[in-house]
């Protein structure tokens, strides 16, 4: 098993930063392909970033290539998400999600689900 716990959302003004750090724990990550998703309020989860258990390949959503960044420590089991140049509509619950398979991060699936962390970007 493989719990995910999410960090670093808040409150930030538009064209702000933030940095969302998903520490692993109970198995390592480095075997994992990980994805971020988010979820805004009435809309359904979207596959946001994801990462190759190497970080040699990764995926972004067409809304958030160009500001957001996905990389991994696996030396610290742990995953991020830069944000930069935020929106109001980046505004949603994060999570992070691992998986054997990278495809499967990249259409909304995953084995092992955090708990999200809000982020709300204001105009």
């Known amino acids: 098993q493989v719990q995910l716990v999410e960090s670093g959302g808040g409150l930030v003004q538009a064209g702000g930063s933030l940095r969302l750090t998903c520490a692993a724990s109970g198995r390592t990550i480095s075997s994992y392909a990980m994805g971020w998703f988010r979820q805004a309020p009435g809309k359904e989860r979207e596959s946001v970033a994801a990462i190759s258990w190497s970080g040699g390949t990764t995926y972004y959503a067409d809304s958030v290539k160009g500001r957001f960044t996905i990389s991994r420590d696996n030396a610290k089991n742990t995953v991020y998400l830069q944000m930069n140049s935020l929106k109001p509509e980046d505004t949603a619950v994060y999570y992070c999600?691992?998986?054997?398979?990278?495809?499967?991060?990249?259409?909304?699936?995953?084995?092992?689900w955090g708990q999200g962390t809000q982020v709300t970007v204001s105009s």
């Open positions: 999600a691992a998986d054997s398979i990278l495809s499967r991060l990249r259409v909304g699936d995953g084995n092992y």
